[in-house]
Nanobody
């Protein structure tokens, strides 16, 4: 069973920044696509960003230009750098992983992922 542990959430003012981390202790392979999702209060979970096993990235339109996903395969950690945060970015953020040999493709839908972290809360005040 693959374990994912998110961290880095917190309370920040509008315009501020946070960096979320998704650690995978015990990873023995880099062939995993990783996605970040978020769920705002009262709303469905939505895809935010993803990275393929080869480092290809994709972003939701709502975060393009503000968020950056990156991965450190040595540390088995994926990061989500969030800049210019807005109140509408508030929510619980989850990382997810799925084994993938395709180094170019990452996934934006929940059902495409097999492993999930417990989430970290992000609150952006006006």
């Amino acid at each position: 069973q693959l374990q994912l542990v998110e961290s880095g959430g917190g309370l920040v003012k509008s315009g501020g920044s946070l960096r979320l981390s998704c650690a995978a202790p015990g990873f023995t392979s880099n062939y995993y696509a990783i996605g970040w999702f978020r769920q705002a209060p009262g709303k469905e979970r939505e895809g935010v960003s993803c990275t393929s096993s080869g480092g290809t990235t994709n972003y939701a339109d709502s975060v393009k230009g503000r968020f950056t996903i990156s991965r450190d395969n040595v540390k088995n950690t994926v990061y989500l750098q969030m800049n210019s945060l807005k109140p509408e970015d508030t929510g619980d953020y989850y990382c997810a992983a799925v084994f993938s040999l395709d180094e170019l493709l990452c996934f934006s839908r929940e059902y495409e992922y097999k492993y999930w972290g417990q989430g970290t809360q992000v609150t952006v005040s006006p």
